[in-house]
Nanobody
Framework: QVGLVESGGGLVQAGGSLRLSCAASGRTFSTMSWFRQAPGKEREFLAGVRWTAGFTYYADSVKGRFTVSKDNAKYMVVLQMNSLKPEDTAVYYC?????????????????WGQGTQVTVSS
């Protein structure tokens, strides 16, 4: 069965760090990415990785603070989040494309995890 399972969300103070993990199963993907959705806002692209080539992509809002990486052995993608701000508070989702897709286009993703809450207190 194809699935994505996120872990690692929680509550952290501003300036702190969190590490989110997404374990994939059931098939291979071309691209795995992280999105987030805050209350009343659209789901936005944060960071992604092309699984075979290893290229990474970032939204301007998180560039320099967030790092996306992949673990080939565990078939997992990780989002390391540093210097967190209260405006980073949201539900974070892992997403994957079965075939090539534009990394920032959320409509192109076929598979989504259940989401994990990240709350940053001021």
């Amino acid at each position: 069965q194809v699935g994505l399972v996120e872990s690692g969300g929680g509550l952290v103070q501003a300036g702190g760090s969190l590490r989110l993990s997404c374990a994939a199963s059931g098939r291979t993907f071309s691209t795995m990415s992280w999105f987030r959705q805050a209350p009343g806002k659209e789901r936005e692209f944060l960071a992604g990785v092309r699984w075979t080539a290893g290229f990474t992509y970032y939204a301007d809002s998180v560039k320099g603070r967030f790092t996306v990486s992949k673990d080939n052995a565990k078939y997992m993608v990780v989002l390391q989040m540093n210097s967190l701000k209260p405006e980073d508070t949201a539900v974070y989702y892992c997403a994957a494309c079965g075939s090539w897709c534009r990394e920032y286009d959320r409509s192109a993703y076929n598979y989504w995890g259940q989401g994990t809450q990240v709350t940053v207190s001021s």
